[in-house]
């Protein structure tokens, strides 16, 4: 089955940096989307950066677009979140997610349609 392990969060610094890890297992499907979500406390869960696994285009939320960058090491089961320029309003836990095939673009940062979730690793920003 599915397996996706994150880690990498931590308490940080405006202004700081962080990357985040999610080491896969158990995928049998050539292509997939995946994703790295996040929830703050009392806020709903929302999409912060996504991909497709055979293809290089990347999608972001407005509010990480310029400092987030998702990556993608199929070689070793990886996905990744660098974060640069942290808010304080980055704080929360974050996930990564994943689905069989390709979800249209406009749903791949909604949490609605991933299968596979992590079991999340917390960022805390302090300003």
């Known amino acids: 089955r599915v397996q996706l392990v994150e880690s990498g969060g931590g308490s940080v610094q405006a202004g700081e940096s962080l990357r985040l890890s999610c080491a896969v297992s158990?995928?049998?499907?050539?292509?997939?989307?995946m994703g790295w979500f996040r929830q703050a406390p009392g806020k709903e869960r929302e999409g912060v950066a996504a991909?497709?696994?055979?293809?290089?285009?990347?999608f972001y939320h407005d509010s990480v677009k310029g400092r987030f960058t998702i990556s993608l090491d199929s070689a070793n089961s990886m996905m990744y979140l660098q974060m640069d320029n942290l808010k304080s309003e980055d704080t929360g836990m974050y996930y990564c997610?994943?689905?069989?095939?390709?979800?249209?673009?406009?749903?791949?940062?909604?949490?609605?349609?991933?299968?596979?979730w992590g079991q999340g690793t917390q960022v805390t920003v302090s300003s």
């Open positions: 997610a994943a689905k069989p095939g390709r979800m249209l673009s406009s749903l791949l940062l909604s949490d609605r349609f991933f299968e596979y």
């Open positions: 991909l497709y696994t055979d293809a290089p285009e990347t």
């Open positions: 158990g995928v049998t499907y050539k292509y997939g989307s």
